[in-house]
Each structure stands twice: as structure tokens, then as C-alpha cells.
């Protein structure tokens, strides 16, 4: 009685849910005209027998009791009640108090966020940061487009040496605008985010850790223009001014950045740019795309809780349709590197390159082809850089290293019949991974490991029987450095649906060999059956069977056996 006692005073707290409740206030009058209280649950209860001469520590009978109810108030509010009830144990939940509130409320061309909410501006300034204020975007018919946040972005928590499981950090605040004016043609936007920590909002200081007060400033400006039909030109330049600690008393360094005449730094702070650039361009069923991106060494908002710096892209896109659109095809091709100022030891560049092509000449018949490589390539600064070394120790590794990943695959899917009676279907479906690692130019033995994959099915339905038969045989054959193994062997499976389909049934059995080095390691049969029935469209009776005979040459043969006898029942 306490414990639901508590959870119908939690009711008046649950109404801004613990995830997000989202309020059109336009619509508050139809909260009026819903069921006041509506439930809505069921229950289930199965059992499991199981017998078996393997190596297992199954228990040879398990039986699961559960229940669930939810009451859902004005279709807005759910509490949420469940049981379970097992021989290992059982327990019960119920509602508790959410530990993140947040309400968004709408109207028309306003939308509030309120609570524990995450607002993007972009991805260099404020992206998707939770924080716990409130925030608001405006989205007018006209060109004007405005949104802005203020909160708590991170909370205070004290060094505690004897607890690792509490990241220690400062209280930190936030707040942030967002201005965009868009034309057919064009369109601009501005953003600035602010962030500070109060150095004073910590007791025990975690300095051994490298954790000090923070503050950012981060200003964007975007820009997208469209000079002539199909043609699309957008951008993006982001400027980060990061002070590491705000203790530090030493005069700011020299800096022309324009960051500098609206943030006071210290000794600390440092200024980092991003930018990036997009063209695309279609013409009749043409596209063409092409993308830049720059992120200096050392880039970071405090708007994010995960940021990729030093790095620069390089992407290529296109798109071409054929045949009468009977035919598609995409390639796109990236180039990637860091240590764009020459700061580390080493150096990586990535590739990545796919290709892909549907060819569909008919409704029975739809192919199609993929491929893509994946390609990294890290090597150690220059031999001056060894030769002028101040220490014996420093830059020790000497590497010359290429990884390469290649990926390629075909399906095909081909309704071979089809009429009033039944329809017959193949499919075919055919994969292949390479990959492989290189050093000197040299792929050593056991650096290399291939994987191919073959499946083929055929499928007859009977349309008025509700009845139907799947022959399928699966191969797959792996390198894995010096070993080899394939595994191989068919399964032929059929389906029905009986009684005006309340009663649903399956049968299938599969068998396969698996063989290393040309070897046999094993064999197995599988047998599975099961049969699903549904009564007063709210009463199910489920029944299950499974029978697996393994014979695997270094351990013998063994058998095992499961069924499952189920019963289910929901209501709303």
C-alpha cells in the first residue's frame, strides 16, 4: 500500500514525463475530450523444459510468470506497473521520480524547450549539449529565423579520490543565439554560444587531474547561395576562443583573432577555426557533389560533448540515373588526414571509396552490385627528424604502416511466378570482405583473412492456403591468417496459417557440415517447430520445439531438447 501510495503522488510529477512531454498548446482542448483514465497491459506465463546429454548448466525446468499494466491519464500521462515472477527470483516496478524533466511546449511558429532539454546550432558551436534551462526557437513565415538557449550545462561535482565512478567537474553555464534570414536564393546565419565555469563552485579543486574552470566563446557564420537552377553553394566558418583555466594570471598572448575584442582571455587562451564548404549541382537525373572540410589542431566546443579536431576532408559525390530510371548508380569517394600542422610523430591518411548499382529491368526482377574500399595510411615524420632527435628515446617506433579493407556484394531477387494461386520466388545473395595489413609495403603471412559468402533460397507460396515451402542452401568459406574454414548445408523450412489463420504454424529443419583445413570438425542437425494460437483475438497460446544433434569429432556426439508451452493475454 506505501509503495502505491508514493507512486500515485509521483502522478503530478510524471505528467512532464522522465524523458520529454511535448504540448501543442493549440491542442490543450482536445486533453479534455480524452478517457480520463484508460488502461491497458496483459500478462504472460511459459514454461521450458529442457533435456539434454551436452555440457550445459541449463536447469532442466523454468518457469516464467509476467505482468504488466499501464494507466494512462487524459492520453498524456502513463504510469507504468509491471511484475515478473520466475523460480530463480522475482521482482516488481512501479513508477519513481524522474531524474530529467523537460516540457516543449508549441504554438503555431513558436516552440519552447524547457527542463532538461539539447538545442544544435550548429556543429561547431551548440550540438545537441544537454542543459537545463530553457531555450526557444522562432520559425515565422518570413525570412527571419530565430533561436536561443540559457542554462546549466554541466553540474558541480567535488574531487573524491576514493571514488573513479564520479567524473569531478565545475558548475558550468551557457547561453547561446542563433539568427538566420532566408531568401529563395540564399541564405545567412550567425551564431554565438557562450559557456563559463564558476571556479567557486568546487570545494576539493581537481587540479591532479588537469580538470580547471573553463570558458569558450564560439561564433559561426553560415551562408548557403543558389546562383542558377540545380546549382547549391553552402558554407560554414567557425572561430573557437578557449581560455583552459580562468586562474591563470599571465597577460594573454598576441593575437589578431577578432574573438580577442570580445572575450577577455589570460595566459591560457587559445583561438581555433573550422570551415567547411559544400557544391552540389543536378541536372535532369545528375548529381554532382563535392565537399571541403578544415578543422584545426586543437578545435573545441564547449557546446559538445565530443569534438573532432585536426583533421581535413575531402569528399566527392554523384549520383546518375539510367536506363529509363531502370537503373541507379552512386559512387562516392572521401579523402582523410590529420597532423595538419606537422606537430605529431606521425601522420594518417584515410581513403574511402563505394560504388553501388540497382538495375531492376522488370517488377519480377531487381539486381544489385556493391563495392567499397576502405584504405588507412600512417608513416613516421621524416629520417631528419631521427637524425636531429634530442633523445635516444624519442620518435623509437619507425612505422610504415597500410591497412585495407575491400567489401563487395551482389543480390538478386526474382519472382519467377505469380498468379491467383501462388508465387514462386529465387534469391541469390553473394558477399566478399578482404582485408588485409601492410607494413613496408609487405603483407605479411597471418595479416590477411578473407570472407565469402553464399546464400540461395527458393520460396513457393500458396496464395488461397496461406501455405508455404523455403529451400535454401548456405555456404560460407573464411581465411583467417594461416587457417581456412568452411561450413556449408541446406535448410528447407515450411509455413502455414490454418483455421481462417488463427492457428500459425512452422517447420524446419537444417543440416551442416563444417570442415577446417580440409578437415571435418562437425556436424549439425537442427529441428525446429512451432505453432502459435490466437483466441478471441486477446488470448494467445504459444508452443515451441527445438531439437539439436551435434556430432563435433574431438568431443563425440550429444542431443539436446527444448520446448516451450506459452500463454498470453493483453488488453487496452
Given at each position: ?11 503530478i510529477?510524471?505528467?512532464v514525463?522522465?524523458?520529454s512531454?511535448n ?9 479534455t ?9 496483459g500478462?504472460?506465463?511459459s514454461s521450458?523444459?529442457f533435456?539434454?546429454n551436452?555440457?550445459t548448466?541449463r ?7 509476467q505482468g504488466?499494466?499501464?494507466a494512462?491519464l487524459?492520453?498524456?500521462?502513463n ?9 530463480s527470483g522475482?521482482?516488481f ?9 523537460s516540457l ?9 524547450h ?5 538545442m544544435?546550432f550548429s556543429p561547431y ?6 542543459f537545463?534551462?530553457v ?8 525570412p527571419?529565423?530565430i533561436?536561443?538557449?540559457y ?5 558541480a561535482?567535488?574531487y ?13 553555464m551557457?547561453y ?10 540564399y541564405?545567412l546565419?550567425l ?10 563552485s568546487?570545494v576539493n579543486?581537481?587540479d ?7 570558458q ?20 560554414e566558418?567557425?572561430?573557437s576562443?578557449?581560455t583552459?583555466d580562468?586562474?591563470?594570471?599571465s597577460?594573454?598572448?598576441e593575437?589578431h ?5 570580445l572575450?577577455k582571455?589570460n595566459g591560457s587562451t587559445s583561438?581555433?577555426?573550422?570551415y ?5 549541382y ?26 573532432n ?7 566527392v559525390?554523384?549520383a ?7 537503373a541507379?548508380m552512386?559512387?562516392?569517394?572521401g579523402?582523410q588526414?590529420?597532423?595538419?600542422d ?5 601522420g ?5 571509396g ?8 522488370s517488377?519480377?526482377?531487381q539486381?544489385s ?20 632527435q ?10 610504415n ?5 575491400q ?14 494461386k501462388q508465387?514462386q ?10 582485408a588485409?595489413d601492410?607494413?613496408?609495403g609487405?603483407?605479411?603471412?597471418g595479416?590477411a583473412?578473407q570472407f565469402?559468402?553464399?546464400a540461395?533460397?527458393?520460396s ?8 508455404g ?25 515450411l ?6 489463420k ?5 517447420l524446419?529443419?537444417s543440416y ?6 580440409g578437415?571435418?570438425?562437425?556436424s ?6 512451432n505453432?502459435?494460437?490466437?483466441v ?5 497460446l504459444?508452443f ?18 527444448t520446448?516451450?508451452?506459452?500463454y498470453?493475454y493483453s488488453?487496452r
Open positions: 500500500m506505501r509503495k502505491i501510495l508514493y507512486a500515485l503522488t509521483v502522478t510529477v510524471y505528467a514525463n522522465a524523458y512531454q504540448v501543442d498548446i493549440a491542442g490543450l482542448k482536445n486533453i475530450k480524452a478517457t480520463p483514465v484508460k488502461f491497458s497491459g500478462v504472460n506465463a521450458v523444459y533435456t539434454g551436452g555440457p548448466m536447469d532442466p525446468f523454468t518457469y516464467f510468470f504488466s499494466v499501464n494512462s487524459f492520453g498524456q500521462i504510469l507504468p506497473f509491471s511484475f515478473n515472477l520466475t523460480n522475482h521482482g516496478s512501479y513508477p519513481t521520480m524522474p531524474n530529467r524533466l516543449n511546449p508549441t504554438y503555431k511558429w513558436v516552440a519552447g524547457i527542463g532538461d532539454v539539447s544544435s558551436t551548440l550540438s545537441g549539449h544537454q537545463t534551462g531555450g526557444f526557437d522562432l520559425t515565422p513565415d518570413g527571419w529565423k533561436s536561443a538557449m542554462g546549466r550545462l554541466q553540474r561535482v567535488d573524491e579520490p576514493l571514488n573513479r565512478n564520479a567524473q569531478p567537474g565545475y558548475r558550468r551557457g547561446g543565439t542563433k539568427l538566420g534570414y532566408e531568401k529563395k536564393n541564405t546565419g551564431t554565438v554560444f557562450h559557456a563559463k565555469d564558476d571556479q567557486n568546487l579543486r581537481p591532479s587531474l588537469l580538470i580547471f574552470p573553463q569558450n566563446l564560439v561564433m559561426s557564420w553560415e551562408s548557403k547561395v543558389r546562383p542558377m537552377p540545380g546549382l547549391e553553394l553552402s558554407g566558418f567557425a572561430t576562443a578557449l583552459r580562468l586562474r591563470d594570471t597577460s594573454r598572448k593575437n583573432n577578432y574573438l580577442s575584442l572575450s582571455g583561438y581555433y577555426s573550422a567547411k564548404t559544400q557544391l552540389s543536378t541536372y535532369k537525373k545528375s548529381t554532382l557533389g563535392v565537399g571541403y572540410e578544415r578543422v584545426a589542431p586543437g578545435y573545441q566546443t564547449l557546446g559538445a560533448y565530443y569534438f579536431s585536426d583533421l581535413e576532408n575531402i569528399t559525390n554523384m546518375q540515373s539510367l536506363f529509363k530510371d531502370k541507379n552512386a559512387v562516392n569517394v579523402f588526414r590529420d597532423n595538419l606537422n606537430s605529431k610523430a606521425s594518417t591518411t584515410r581513403f574511402v563505394s560504388v553501388n548499382v540497382t538495375y531492376s529491368p517488377e519480377k526482377l539486381t552490385v556493391g563495392y567499397s574500399s576502405f584504405q588507412t595510411h600512417m608513416n613516421m615524420r621524416q629520417q631528419f627528424d631521427y637524425i636531429n634530442q633523445s635516444q628515446f624519442q620518435n623509437i617506433d619507425t612505422l604502416y597500410v591497412q585495407i579493407s567489401n563487395a556484394s551482389f543480390n538478386m531477387n526474382w519472382l519467377t511466378k505469380k498468379n491467383e508465387s520466388t529465387f534469391n541469390l545473395s553473394l558477399s566478399f570482405q578482404d588485409s601492410q607494413q613496408g609487405i603483407v605479411a603471412n595479416n583473412s565469402y559468402n553464399l540461395t533460397s527458393y513457393v507460396m500458396l496464395l488461397k492456403q496461406a501455405i515451402f523455403t529451400l535454401a542452401y548456405n555456404t560460407s568459406y573464411n581465411t583467417i591468417g594461416k587457417n581456412d574454414f568452411l561450413t556449408m548445408g541446406p535448410t528447407l523450412s509455413n502455414a496459417k490454418l483455421f481462417k488463427t492457428l500459425t504454424t512452422s524446419s529443419t551442416n557440415l563444417s570442415n577446417s583445413m578437415i571435418r570438425q562437425s549439425v542437425l537442427n529441428v525446429r517447430a505453432a502459435s494460437y490466437v478471441m483475438k486477446k488470448h494467445n504459444n515451441s520445439l527445438m531439437n539439436q544433434n551435434r556430432n563435433i569429432m574431438s568431443k563425440g556426439k550429444n542431443n539436446d531438447l520446448t516451450t508451452l506459452g498470453g488488453f
